[in-house]
């Protein structure tokens, strides 16, 4: 079993800075390829950004590619997400995930996803 904790949401300003955190426990952390999703409110959850089990591949959403930055450091179980140059539309309860599955294939599909964390709210205001 994986257990997934995400922290560092919280509020920022447009144009600021947040870094999220998602630490695991039990399973090896360092097979599992992890995902970031988001859901606003009123909206469905969407893919955010993946980082393979090994850290080599990543994959971004659109909408913040070249604000957003996953990174991971598997001795310390866990994942990062930076996010910078924030906008208001970027509020939401952001969620990590994982997948046992190591192959790299449909990482944006939430359904490959096996263990999901609580969530972390980050405001942005304008």
């Known amino acids: 079993q994986v257990q997934l904790v995400e922290s560092g949401g919280g509020l920022a300003q447009a144009g600021g800075s947040l870094r999220l955190s998602c630490v695991s426990s039990?399973?090896?952390?360092?097979?599992?390829?992890i995902g970031w999703f988001r859901q606003a409110p009123g909206k469905e959850r969407e893919f955010v950004a993946a980082?393979?089990?090994?850290?080599?591949?990543?994959d971004y959403a659109d909408s913040v590619k070249g604000r957003f930055t996953v990174s991971r450091e598997n001795a310390k179980n866990t994942v990062y997400l930076q996010m910078n140059s924030l906008k208001p539309e970027d509020t939401a309860v952001y969620y990590c995930?994982?997948?046992?599955?190591?192959?790299?294939?449909?990482?944006?599909?939430?359904?490959?996803?096996?263990?999901w964390g609580q969530g972390t709210q980050v405001t942005v205001s304008s």
């Open positions: 980082i393979k089990w090994n850290g080599i591949s990543t």
């Open positions: 039990g399973r090896t952390f360092s097979s599992l390829n």
């Open positions: 995930a994982a997948e046992k599955d190591f192959t790299w294939y449909a990482v944006r599909t939430q359904t490959r996803y096996d263990y």
